[in-house]
């Protein structure tokens, strides 16, 4: 986990880092997801932030985003929009996204899961996304 | 706000009257003033002709007096009488000279017709000249009809003693004599008769045939000699003047237009008081009812508030759990004791009912317009139902025809669910939920009943308040967010209780709800 502050633009050359990158500034939250998603075989990287994730994704290429929407530093519709390039999103999130962000972030989010979820609607979407399994 | 219609207020009446009866005063009191003052007038003019006659009879008189005295000088000798006489005496009088003897009076001479020498002159000319003397006499008046006789006596001293003279004279009271020739008879109707009360055979002079005078007459007394005649008298045009007979009548129209006038005034600045006075209620009406309104929503829009804040704090402490949850299952697998997945079921139900108040939360905070299309309003009570099966014990009986309406599927399904559970949850020792439906003045009117124990006075105040609840686990957004939907879908919502117990919710919707309805 690498922070680092946002500052737009492409992507350099990255290889895929691990299946799923959970971005969520609660702890607790995070580290459930975290560990429901281990035990189906995915593997996850954490971040705490919007920034830390902008940093990772800069550097790093996954399966999909698990993101959450507000979060310190910067928040989830922002983090998207600052990414020209992005993996699928799955957005997952105590607050609605409004319409008006809906329409925004566009197909760029694949799914929004509002919490709190069952694991099995987690790895429901989780799997969706990624095929039935974790990818090797 | 239209009252009273034609009927005046009292104020209205009251002025009007006031005014009303002060001009029937002024009417009355002029009026007494101008008949009083037309009695004076009549009673002058009636003087002044009494007067006249007076004067006029008085001048009958001088050759009378010219008579006797040649009757002095020639000491009653009846042939100077009979030659003096005849100047005296023009048709239709006659002129006597008579002695008086031991048995009465004796004619000596006679000039005329009527009278005989040596006879007596007649009972009533006898009286007459027993009275006679220095002044005219007047003798006895009689009127037949047609012809009025009179006459007139002198005696001593202007006659040797013992003898006295009487001239009797015939007209016709209605001829245009002098008398009734003078000024004073120009304005009257009047009549001179030899009595105090007018008696027609005592008419001596008239200038109108319309006898008695009836109306408002005045009388005077006419001297002539020693005796009086009396003059009767009517006005023949009001004497004080026509615009002081008129004043009256002018001051009682004046004065009723002006208490029509006064009381129309009146009764429009009542009525525009009244007028403003209910506008200014209705306004205060909608003040009110704007103000509550506007209290409610700011209550609602800070509950929705905390609400928010609540439904969104325990979102992630639920999702961890919840995962948490389903770790220490997975954690233990087949090792898992009885006990322990006793005691993971209860926090796995705990959290997912505290899962359930935070999404009613959101519902209740984050309500959407209303996405309207038809539904089918028997097939909503039948997935309803279906999803929400009715505890053992109660039953479900539906009478529902088929009936479209355009609404929010979704909202419309929350509605009736949040109802049936609620209808549930009343009936904890079993009973029987009726749903029914019906059409009326464009509404489908649905109504949830239950066999529970009712509610009372206090709950149904507050019953669609959020956060109201009765139930020891209840969130008391059921109904609330219940509320919410049916007002945006532009229907309503009431509970009372049944006839028979229980609960009665009806929900009344718009057949047609339009886009605008819905959004208010």
């Avoid at chain 1, 920034?51 to 983090?79: S, T």
């Avoid at chain 2, 004067?55 to 100077?80: F, K, M, R």
């Avoid at chain 2, 009682?252 to 006075?277: C, D, F, K």
């Avoid at chain 2, 935070?358 to 909503?380: K, S």
Wanted: glycine residues 8%; charged residues 15%.
């Amino acid at each position: 986990m690498t922070g680092g502050h946002p500052e737009g633009g492409s992507l350099p050359a990255r290889t895929r880092h691990a299946d799923v990158l959970i971005v969520d500034d609660e702890a607790d939250v995070r580290q459930s997801v975290c560990d429901v998603l281990q035990t189906s075989g995915f593997s996850v990287v954490e971040a705490e932030d919007g920034a830390v994730a902008f940093g990772l994704l800069r550097e790093n290429l996954y399966g999909l985003v698990l993101l959450d929407i507000r979060m310190p530093k910067l928040n989830g519709v922002a983090l998207i929009e600052a990414l020209t390039e992005m993996p699928p999103v799955v957005v997952h999130s105590a607050f609605m996204v409004s319409v008006g962000e809906r329409e925004r972030l566009g197909d760029k989010v694949v799914r929004y899961l509002h919490k709190p979820v069952s694991p099995q609607q987690l790895l429901s979407a989780v799997q969706g996304v990624l095929g039935t399994g974790p990818v090797t | 706000m239209t009252r009273g219609g034609w009927r005046p207020s009292p104020l209205t009446v009251a002025v009007t009257l006031v005014v009303a009866a002060a001009t029937v005063l002024g009417f009355v009191l002029t009026s007494r003033s101008v008949t009083s003052q037309n009695q004076a007038l009549l009673k002058s003019d009636t003087t002044q002709a009494a007067e006249y006659v007076s004067s006029i009879v008085s001048t009958v008189g001088a050759p009378l007096q010219a008579l006797a005295s040649s009757v002095t000088l020639t000491n009653g000798s009846p042939a100077d009488f009979d030659a003096q006489a005849k100047q005296v005496a023009q048709t239709p009088a006659s002129v006597i000279l008579a002695r008086k003897t031991s048995t009465g009076f004796v004619v000596t001479a006679v000039v005329g017709k009527g009278f005989v020498v040596g006879r007596s002159p007649g009972p009533a000319v006898v009286r007459t000249l027993e009275k006679a003397g220095t002044d005219l006499t007047p003798g006895p008046v009689h009127y037949d009809g047609k012809t009025t006789t009179l006459g007139f006596a002198l005696g001593p001293p202007l006659v040797p003693a013992g003898m006295a003279i009487f001239e009797q004279l015939e007209l016709s009271p209605f001829l245009a004599i002098t008398a009734t020739q003078g000024a004073p008879f120009h304005v009257l109707r009047a009549a001179v008769y030899a009595s105090e009360s007018p008696t027609t055979d005592q008419l001596i002079l008239a200038n109108t045939h319309s006898l008695p005078l009836v109306g408002l007459t005045a009388e005077a007394s006419v001297t002539v000699g020693a005796t009086k005649w009396w003059i009767v008298a009517l006005a023949r045009s009001p004497l004080a003047g026509g615009f002081a007979n008129a004043a009256p009548f002018i001051i009682l129209g004046v004065g009723l237009l002006l208490a029509l006038a006064i009381g129309t005034t009146v009764e429009a600045l009542v009525r525009r008081q009244r007028y403003a006075t209910d506008l200014v209620a209705v306004r205060t009406a909608e003040l009110d009812a704007s103000h509550a309104a506007l209290v409610r929503s700011e209550r609602l829009s800070a509950l929705g508030e905390m609400a928010s804040t609540i439904g969104h704090e325990l979102r992630n402490p639920l999702a961890a759990v919840i995962n948490a949850h389903f770790m220490v299952r997975h954690t233990l697998g087949s090792t898992i004791t009885p006990d322990v997945d006793r005691l993971l079921r209860m926090a796995e139900r705990q959290t997912t009912r505290a899962s359930t108040l935070a999404d009613n939360l959101t519902a209740f905070v984050r309500q959407r317009e209303p996405d309207l299309v038809p539904i089918d309003l028997g097939v909503v009570v039948h997935e309803v139902l279906e999803t929400t099966p009715p505890p053992p014990g109660i039953e479900v009986t539906v009478d529902v025809p088929p009936l479209t309406l355009r609404a929010d599927c979704d909202q419309f399904t929350q509605v009736l669910a949040n109802l049936v559970v609620n209808g549930f949850q009343a009936m904890p020792e079993g009973g029987t939920l009726r749903i029914e439906a019906s059409r009326r003045d464009g509404h489908v009117v649905l109504t949830v009943a239950d066999s529970g124990i009712g509610v009372d006075a206090t709950t149904l105040e507050r019953v669609f308040d959020p956060f109201f609840t009765t139930k020891a686990s209840g969130t008391g957004l059921g109904l609330a967010i219940v509320s919410r939907i049916v007002e945006a879908h532009g229907g309503d919502v009431s509970l009372c209780n049944g006839s028979a117990g229980g609960a009665v919710v009806t929900v009344r919707l718009p057949v047609e709800t339009s886009p605008e309805m819905a959004r208010r």
